[in-house]
């Protein structure tokens, strides 16, 4: 069965402070524009403070977060489309563009780049409502505009904006570069701060103020994205996955992996095996 094209683009504006709480990496890209206020923005193990006219793109299957920064009112318009929708527009070069080859990243474009980006955004927002004869091939277009822009934007850029780097945020990048790295053994709150000779209420505390994650919830997710990786390209018993991606029991690997992808491991080796 084909998959159906996926696109979507909101504009929301929330005042006072907003943590993002829904699914925290998926398989679709992902377009952040900031309109208004500010924002953190967890992305590639750092954290971002995002401005006026910032623009994040972030890859598929790449873990982050948005949360507060201060109490201050935002304002943002969010691209979410997956490889279905650009199908069509490969073959005039869109797969050339180096975004969807790397890392995400974070822009800070000129006011005069911000008006072109926010143009497009705007006729994707009106395209999308009104939903005319041809609409899809219409936004599949304007996609191509911003991602094009986007890729010029970047490769113009004299220098990347760089991530936050307090000292306890130096501390946080130390700790999520270690379970990254030991995500497959039996870690704990304890194992982890004793590593790094810190207590565990100190841990948690500098943990979820840097990153919006619980230490736990982030580590779920590393286990879990290595797990539907492992599901989808080895042929491995999914007992010997969730042994491999560090998980206790059987039991909690099938739990934690539906309570984040929605379906049971079973089903996604079904729906995703390459």
Not at 118 to 141: F, T
Request: overall charge negative; proline content about 3%; glycine content about 4%.
């Amino acid at each position: 069965m084909d998959t159906l094209p996926f696109f979507d683009v909101e504009q929301i504006k929330r005042t006072g402070t907003f943590n993002m709480d829904s699914d925290h990496f998926h398989e679709s890209y992902e377009i952040y524009y900031l309109l208004s206020g500010e924002r953190y923005y967890y992305v590639n193990d750092r954290i971002y403070a995002l401005q006026v006219g910032d623009l994040l793109f972030i890859n598929k299957n790449q873990l982050h977060r948005t949360t507060s920064k201060g109490r201050s009112t935002h304002e943002r318009i969010l691209i979410n489309f997956d490889d279905a929708f650009i199908e069509p527009l490969l073959e005039l070069g869109a797969g050339e563009l180096p975004l969807f080859q790397g890392e995400s990243f974070l822009l800070r474009p000129d006011v005069q780049e911000q008006g072109r980006i926010v143009d497009i955004l705007h006729a994707m927002l009106d395209e999308q409502k009104e939903a005319a004869m041809g609409y899809m091939p219409y936004l599949q277009a304007l996609i191509l505009q911003l991602l094009i822009l986007i890729g010029r934007i970047r490769e113009a850029a004299p220098e990347p904006v760089l991530p936050e780097s307090s000292e306890k945020q130096r501390r946080v990048y130390r700790i999520l570069e270690y379970l990254n790295a030991h995500y497959a053994e039996r870690l704990t709150l304890q194992s982890i701060a004793e590593h790094f000779y810190i207590s565990e209420t100190y841990l948690c505390r500098i943990f979820k103020q840097t990153t919006g994650f619980t230490v736990i919830e982030y580590l779920n997710y590393v286990r879990i994205r290595e797990a539907q990786t492992l599901l989808k390209e080895t042929e491995h018993r999914i007992t010997a996955i969730a042994d491999k991606t560090g998980f206790d029991s059987i039991a909690h690997f099938g739990r934690v992996f539906k309570q984040i992808v929605k379906r049971s491991p079973l089903q996604y080796r079904k729906q995703n095996k390459v």
